[in-house]
């Protein structure tokens, strides 16, 4: 009775992570391809160091992202089903809300042979796409629907920005659950210690995906502004908020010198 049961158990341990090879394999080769496809004019080659950072970094995000999800649904059960489902919709909808209010005419030339139903079918097939590949792992394209190409050939920085820092705050929501209220999920381990270890390696998938645009993307000399430019800005941003504030105009500190 033992022996079967704990072969059905390494099985599905097998099973498991064959399956997060296979899908880290493919969100790999799609950043690659997302690459070629923003800069196609262009010869691109990634070296080993550049497809280690890669691999490093989709490894780590889509591992902690799915652990996650797997625990805040473990804890919640039914209850975690209308707040995934609410969280698909937003992505899946997201590409057609941007269309419709850019007022743009749907592409009719995707396909010679499609007929305007056609490419209605393919549009919205590759949503669902995109949205399943956006729930666990970031897709590095932005779909525009009003182009023929159907994706955003430039580096939208702030759009990876905005993915990243909504995915944090939901992982850390989803994690916080799981610790004060997945007590009968994982009797012998240390909620507390998990939690934290999940959050530590999302935020280190960050910091590899920060590193490979800042030193190790093949084109990273056609970026208008990359990773330190940007959190450059943001600094001098909010240390001159801080020098405005704490300086003071001149009429301001007479006026109070002569009420005293």
């Not at 989709?58 to 805040?72: A, G, K, N, Q």
């Not at 990773?227 to 009429?251: G, I, K, M």
Request: aromatic share 12%; net charge positive.
């Amino acid at each position: 009775m033992v022996l079967p049961g704990l072969c059905s158990g390494w099985l599905t341990v097998v099973l498991m992570v064959f399956s997060l090879i296979s899908v880290t394999y493919g969100a790999t080769l799609c950043n690659m391809l997302a690459i070629q496809i923003k800069y196609d004019d262009y010869k691109i080659r990634l070296g080993p160091l550049e497809v280690l950072c890669i691999t490093i970094w989709r490894t780590l995000e889509i591992t902690s992202r799915l652990m996650i999800l797997v625990l805040f649904s473990a804890t919640l059960k039914l209850k975690a089903v209308p707040f995934l489902i609410l969280n698909f919709l937003i992505i899946l909808f997201e590409p057609w809300v941007k269309f419709w209010r850019s007022g743009a005419q749907m592409p009719d030339n995707i396909e010679k042979n499609f007929s305007r139903v056609g490419t209605l079918v393919v549009l919205i097939s590759v949503t669902i796409l995109y949205a399943g590949i956006n729930f666990s792992c970031w897709s590095a394209l932005q779909l525009r629907l009003s182009d023929r190409d159907l994706v955003d050939k430039g580096q939208n920085w702030g759009h990876m920005g905005l993915h990243y820092s909504v995915r944090l705050v939901e992982n850390v929501i989803m994690v916080l659950v799981f610790k004060f209220f997945g007590v009968k999920i994982l009797l012998n381990y240390c909620h507390s210690f998990i939690a934290l270890q999940l959050i530590i390696v999302y935020l280190i998938s960050i910091v590899f995906m920060l590193l490979f645009f800042q030193y190790l993307h093949p084109l990273r000399s056609l970026f208008t502004h990359n990773v330190v430019d940007y959190l450059h800005c943001v600094c001098c941003h909010q240390h001159h908020q801080r020098r405005a504030e704490n300086s003071e105009p001149p009429f301001e500190a007479d006026t109070r010198q002569n009420i005293v």
